[in-house]
């Protein structure tokens, strides 16, 4: 390929990477929002989701424009297509962020329920898993990928383990059902966040070495390299 191809590929991962900085501060600022038990610091957080909209767009554009003027084949052709399903599975994650300020907005309306342990620890895997999900966009490589797929049981863990916490405070007074509705869908949320970042790492690893490995059940039958 051509100099100019690699330039606007320099670029195009550019707006990727702002924009897996942006999902990140989302997540972030959720959870800050969620612990602090203030919706003014989910001001910031409203703003990206325009940000997210604007880059996914962007980055959409170019990859159909360099697609039609570079006709790139085999490994290239992957990296372009790749680079627009991760940047749609990093709106999905701002899309998430905002639902967690939604449900947030709602619990708020009446006390805490209980000492927040558990989301806090899912909000900081769910950045992990992106981070390194991205770090193995970043560096082509499918051992990073699959390490992200694996740190995903953790997240359903806390998720599972949460869940069956909470419905111990309905049983003992139903008169708690909101609260525990809305920190279900906050937990539901931040598990789906981990789930486009694997979604993301698979999207990698097929961007690698054009191997499909979204239905593999034993994460152990995928060789990385």
Known sequence: MSKQFDQDLN???EKLLTMAATAEKMIHDTLQTLVKRDLNLFDPV???????DILQREIDEET???ISIYTPVASDLRLLL???????????????AMDIGFYTKNMLKEPPLKPLVDLPRMAEESIGMLKKAMDAYTDASTAGAIEVI???DEVDNLHDQ?????????????KTINRVLE???????????ADHSV?????VFYMVKGQDIRHIKNIGEIIPG
């Open 183 to 193: 920190l279900i869908l906050i937990s539901r949320a931040f598990e789906r966040i």
């Open 150 to 152: 694996r740190m995903d």
């Open 46 to 52: 409203k703003e990206a989701e325009d940000k997210m």
């Open 162 to 174: 949460l869940f069956r916490e909470l419905m111990t405070y309905v049983l003992s007074d139903p």
């Open 64 to 66: 159909v424009r360099m």
């Open 82 to 96: 790749m680079t627009t399903k991760i940047s749609a599975e990093l709106e999905r994650i701002g899309d998430k």
């Open 11 to 13: 670029s195009l991962k």
């Open 199 to 203: 979604n993301i790492s698979e999207d």
